[in-house]
């Protein structure tokens, strides 16, 4: 299994704008709905107003493979590049 820990670091104001973006256009619906996909969630902080976790966990490299060639995938990219400053990536891999 591979889980990935995705910190968005939002412009200010802009997290709620970020989330309903992804809920509206179904991104987080559609990436919960590939194959390979066992979590795919996101979580506000409670100390930072401009911060989103997102936990992603897949059965394996292949599933992440082919989740970043996917459409949502790509429109999230664009769309980070409305909302977001900063995107820190962690990557966890339990065999």
């Known amino acids: 299994m591979i889980v ?3 910190t968005y670091r939002c412009k200010p104001g802009m997290r709620e704008k970020l989330l309903e973006t992804i809920k509206t ?3 987080d ?3 919960r709905a590939e194959a390979g996909n066992i979590k795919y969630d ?3 902080s409670a100390q930072d107003d401009n911060e989103i976790l997102l936990l992603e966990k897949w059965r394996d490299a ?3 493979s082919s989740h970043q060639e996917e459409a949502h995938f ?3 990219g664009e769309i980070k590049g409305e ?3 900063e995107t820190i990536l ?3 891999i339990n065999e």
Do not use: D, P, T
């Open 4 to 6: 990935l820990n995705v």
């Open 25 to 27: 256009e179904g991104i």
């Open 29 to 31: 619906a559609a990436s």
């Open 42 to 44: 996101y979580y506000l």
């Open 62 to 64: 292949g599933a992440v």
């Open 74 to 76: 790509k429109r999230l």
């Open 83 to 85: 909302f977001v400053e």
């Open 90 to 92: 962690e990557k966890y």
